[in-house]
């Protein structure tokens, strides 16, 4: 029987990062909209972590749920435990150690939601194809190119439902006025262009890439701030020197006041080789600041033909004149952010990705049959 759509649903979120990245900062936006619209949440979390400590911050029910690896059996039982305790109308897989642990909660009446973030096809062959077709009731893709890559590696296209991230538009938005104090404080010169970069210090991300292209950026000679961490911290660090780039980049670390930091950059630079849907990008756009993004995955999607330019993943000649362009044309630089803030606010709020994704639950709770 479909249920009234005005009736609270009890879900149980499983998230086990350590850290609070982009895919940990949609959950906690998604558990803070659900909790307003009436329904129950519950996190089930590494209690060590961080997303633990901020959602029980909201208000949210947690649990702890250590899960080492995706073969971690104890953690599966302890999670089969979990929904057998109490009823729980869905359980979401918000990474995939998390949704792994389908493998091991049987015929569990809840039905199963696993959320999908990257671009890039399915490692583990038949028995990844058997998580997201047989082991999850429904797959939500955060962007097109998402679904493109899961439907490539077997996953059934009727299973999959496109919900794309969201931000905080207003949290960006207000730290706009922000500008002089926090460019002070980065010791950043009036007049100078400068580009940020966020995300992890770590291939995928392309920072290889962009720093080539800044070194071709002459005239006018832009800086760039790299925030984040990662695994190429040190071989980044030595690029820069080969590169005899100096004092036009600094790596800043992790930046905990990413809208600080947005207020007072000129341009958004997203350089990457694989990317789902992109917050960061959502970010720079709720701040108003123009991107320069690789065309692949979900960042098309996100950019469209008015948020900002896009280059060929690798271009370090068409990264170069996409990031002098808008150094040399400041008119077009203020048009694209402008336009990108509009872009996000209409389409990728957390609001409406909450909103999809409880349309996705609902739809769940009009059928019957669970996975097999």
């Known amino acids: 029987m479909p249920r009234d759509d005005d009736v609270p649903l009890v879900i149980l979120h499983v998230d086990p990062e350590l850290g609070v990245g982009g895919g940990e900062a949609q959950v906690l936006g998604l558990v803070r909209h659900l909790a307003a619209a009436g329904d129950r949440q519950v996190v089930a979390a590494d209690p060590r972590g961080a997303l633990a400590g901020a959602a029980a911050a909201l208000g949210i029910a947690v649990v702890p749920l250590r899960i080492r690896n995706h073969a971690d059996v104890l953690a599966g039982r302890r999670l089969a435990r979990l929904l057998a305790s109490e009823r729980y109308d869905i359980v979401h897989f918000h990474t995939a150690r998390a949704h792994a642990m389908s493998a091991f909660l ?102 290889a890439t962009l720093l080539e292209a800044v070194a071709l950026v002459r005239e006018p000679e832009v800086r760039l701030l790299c925030a984040g961490t990662g695994s190429l911290a040190d071989a980044l660090a030595g690029q820069c020197d080969a590169l005899g780039l100096g004092e036009r980049v600094r790596f800043l670390g992790r930046v905990e006041d990413v809208p600080g930091l947005l207020a007072a950059v000129d341009a958004v630079a997203m350089p990457s080789r694989h990317e789902g849907l992109g917050v960061a990008a959502l970010e720079a756009m709720a701040a108003g600041r123009p991107l320069v993004a690789s065309r692949v995955g979900g960042l098309p999607e996100v950019v469209g033909d008015e948020g900002g330019l896009l280059v060929e993943p690798g271009d370090v000649a068409g990264l170069a004149a996409a990031i002098a362009r808008l150094a040399r044309d400041p008119e077009t630089a203020r048009a694209l952010g402008a336009a990108g803030r509009a872009r996000a606010a209409s389409r990728f709020t957390l609001a409406a990705m909450a909103r999809g994704t409880r349309a996705v639950y609902r739809r769940l709770m009009s059928v019957s049959a669970g996975p097999a």
């Open 106 to 207: 049987g015929r569990s009446p809840a039905r199963r939601v696993v959320t999908r973030r990257m671009d890039y096809p399915l490692r583990g062959g038949r028995y990844a194809r058997w998580l997201y077709n047989r082991g999850a009731d429904a797959v939500v893709a955060i962007s097109e190119g998402v679904r493109t890559a899961l439907v490539a590696s077997g996953v059934r296209p009727e299973r999959i439902a496109v919900v794309p991230s969201g931000v905080d538009i207003e949290r960006f938005a207000a730290a706009a006025d922000r500008r002089d104090p926090e460019r002070t404080r980065l010791g950043l010169r009036a007049g100078e262009f400068v580009v940020a970069i966020v995300g992890a210090l770590e291939d995928r991300k392309g920072h």
